[in-house]
């Protein structure tokens, strides 16, 4: 009865999870996430129907739990990036939305940019957006796999590839908050792999599953499963994929004086067991002062880590340790 | 005279420039500092030979000052590394340093270890180590060209690589102290120029002084004066060189949404004006988003950001202002 202020205040959080392919909106109560409503990320209309679609959903949310979208208050969201911040906040600048922003785009949209935090401030007034690796970094880092780790990086190896960074138990934004967009990072620039950004040799071009085996004809989950049964051609293409990607953590590691990472994101998620020993090797066999220690372990949030890093980014303290014992996003899996 | 314990404690400060080749010492009051003195850094003796010739300099510093060394309140230090931490503080794992940790080393000593904040706290109470990179950054961010930059980082091009990096304000250190070994990332695995500390391609096999034109006989100052002057051999390996050294500071930008990069060391106080534009190019043909905006400036300190560095490491908040009017450290350019 003493916080009744604050319970008032964080009665419901909201949570969006907006992503290149769908959005997902979840809202939560003390005792967890009551309902999540999810549809493909809005194409066409104005710049402000991303925004606009959010709020939609989650108001839908709030219908199926029966509650008054009014009494949100607070809404946490994870975002694919990069940003930019002018004067309305955060602004999305992405590719795989943003018909606008390069030629030849096959998006039914002309949109140079998504006002993103201005159309939800319009109708939340405490919103905060992160980049999706830093939500689920923050997701890892409070429920996951990163717990008590102050010098650790959230990967996720997927179709794209991102990290969210933390140092000395300072999360990592920058001045747009596209920090960790590492996945950019060069890392063979006289390599022909093509990345999505038009960078030669980055991390994403080299062993993202979009790109992997590209031009091959086979999809990165085909490759994966072969390689995995041992059949040469696909072997040797992930193999060399895992040492890029194992390269990639070490220059994080050399970068950042990390202790741990965290993998998430489909491609670990289904082979990490052994591709962590390729990773692995290309991280020990460097700069000892620096490597020795450094432990990769797989992200422990699976397939909840997007919606529980955009609660997390807004969680009121109180409702931490009861969370901690009741794991109650798994309500999300039914 | 409200300030009489403060004015006590930190009347005199200790500074100290830990590097490979030289050691400084220099004592400081309100007023900017007061004496300097330097030698050749130990090589021989004990493990605590480095920690015991600093204090000694730091003695002659106050014998210089004609100041009593017991009334040194705090030592900032700025050291090469990489660094370890354990129970007894900063240890320097440092392999130009340390003859004991690489084989077939011509150091005339078998040290694997320099305890150095043990040496130095049986002596001071209160004593902050930075990797000289760090300090550096401290330096420039408060007296020097990262005035006011939340994302920054600082770099030196010399005999070898290394960087302080800066993200919303945070200096990150890492889990011991090394973050900023990007010096050490990989940019070109498939390369056969090979760094000191055993990587092929990576950032200062590529482009550092001591790497640069290896096996051609000449000395990094003969290449890049003659790459100055137009001689085409020398040109295309300088060229290739500042290219790789853009393509560093765009993995940076990418990994840390970094705004301004400061450059310093010997190569660039000597050849940046040129070599900026070259560099520049790699950042701003990629990743818009994240790259626009991206400044290249020339680090402000010059060749004193080591011991301005180190002294800022301890710098009572009280001097600043001061110090900003008068920059007192040109006095040790005498």
Chains 1, 2 share one sequence.
């Not at 994870?78 to 600048?93: Q, R």
């Amino acid at each position: 009865m003493q916080h009744t202020d604050n319970m008032d205040t964080f009665t419901y959080l909201g949570a969006l999870d907006i992503g290149g392919t769908k959005l997902a909106a979840t809202v939560a109560d003390a005792s967890g996430p009551l309902a999540r409503v999810a549809a493909p990320t809005a194409r066409s209309g104005s710049e402000r129907a991303v925004g606009e679609q959010a709020i939609e959903l989650l108001e839908q949310a709030c219908a199926v739990a029966h509650i008054d979208p009014g009494r949100i208050g607070k809404v946490g969201v994870s975002s694919c990036g990069p940003f930019i911040k002018d004067e309305s906040g955060i602004v999305l600048v992405t590719p795989n939305l943003c018909g606008g922003l390069v030629g030849g785009s096959d998006l039914p949209n002309d949109w140079t940019r998504i006002p993103l935090e201005a159309v939800l401030r319009e109708r939340f007034a405490d919103v905060v957006i992160r980049n999706d690796c830093v939500a689920a970094l923050i997701g890892e880092r409070s429920f996951g796999a990163l717990q008590g780790e102050d010098d650790c990086v959230y990967v996720t190896w997927s179709t794209g590839i991102g990290f969210g960074l933390c140092v000395n138990g300072h999360v990592l934004l920058g001045k747009h908050g596209n920090a960790g967009h590492a996945g950019h990072m060069l890392l063979d620039p006289s390599s022909d792999a093509q990345c999505g950004c038009g960078n030669f040799g980055d991390v994403e071009a080299l062993t993202s599953g979009r790109n992997i085996g590209r031009g091959s004809g086979q999809n990165a989950a085909t490759i994966f499963t072969a390689a995995r049964q041992g059949e040469g051609a696909e072997r040797a293409l992930v193999q060399q994929a895992a040492q890029w990607f194992g390269r990639a953590l070490y220059n994080l590691a050399a970068t950042l004086d990390t202790r741990a990472f965290a993998i998430g994101g489909s491609v670990w998620l289904h082979h990490g067991d052994w591709l962590k020993p390729l990773a692995q090797k290309e991280i020990e066999s460097r700069l000892p002062a620096v490597t020795s220690g450094v432990t990769i372990k797989t992200a422990a949030l699976g397939s909840f880590v997007a919606d529980i890093g955009a609660l997390c980014l807004v969680l009121p303290p109180e409702w931490r340790h009861a969370w901690h014992q009741s794991r109650p996003w798994q309500a999300l899996a039914s």
